[in-house]
């Protein structure tokens, strides 16, 4: 077995660890044996866990990097992430740690991401927008504006820009086109209804 927190950044020289890292999210995502998708989900928090925070760090944004095949692996991945700035900010303000300012800052730009701006599907990347938004909660919440120890203050500005507007837009456009297809269908419903009524009245009348 394989000590915690005991393989360092250096051991992903060996792209072996990157590699079993992108497999495990693939299995997660597309096997069809939900067993087998299962027991990924549940083997990958303690294959990480044998990482250092900054081997964890580098594996992290690799794998966001490169995208993952299902928004609920990016979500899943997300949570990870926010488990680790949890750890860090209850162990203090460690600067070394990356898991806080001012290194954090490179994750958020992979989080807090919409990745077709406005035109972003929303159900397909449900599971991505909902834990990055809880996210985000989780770190205003727990982190001061006078501490910012995870730099997500500082941030801020840059993440409505690419996260929250972006969002709103996209829900703007959700709401608009979803109230045209009500007012579609309520207009077909009132018209089936006129046409039936003109319907009886002419055999009634004839």
């Not at 890292?21 to 294959?47: I, N």
């Not at 992430?81 to 958020?108: C, E, M, W, Y």
């Not at 990055?132 to 801020?156: E, I, M, P, Q």
Request: net charge neutral; proline share 3%; with cysteine.
């Amino acid at each position: 077995s394989v000590a915690t927190s005991s393989m360092i950044a250096g051991f992903l020289d060996c792209y072996e660890h990157q590699k079993l890292a992108r497999l495990l999210c693939d299995v997660m995502a597309t096997c069809y044996h939900e067993s087998v998708r299962k027991e990924c989900v549940a083997s990958f928090p303690y294959y990480m866990a044998v990482f250092t925070p900054r081997a964890k760090y580098h594996l992290y944004q690799g794998i966001l990097r490169k995208g993952t095949s299902h928004s609920g692996v990016t979500g899943f991945i997300i949570q990870l992430i926010k488990n680790d700035v949890r750890a860090a900010l209850q162990d203090g303000h460690d600067t070394s740690n990356p898991f806080t300012a001012p290194q954090l800052s490179t994750i958020f730009k992979l989080v807090f991401t919409m990745p077709q701006g406005e035109q972003t599907d929303l159900l397909k990347e449900s599971d991505h927008i909902m834990a990055a938004l809880n996210f985000l909660r989780y770190l205003l919440l727990r982190d001061k504006r006078t501490d910012d120890k995870t730099g997500v203050w500082s941030c801020l500005p840059q993440i409505e820009e690419d996260f929250v507007s972006p969002l709103n837009g996209c829900l703007r456009e959700s709401r608009t086109f979803y109230s045209h297809k009500l007012t579609e269908t309520q207009e077909g419903k009132c018209q089936y209804q006129f046409s039936m009524s003109s319907l009886i009245t002419r055999k009634y009348v004839l």
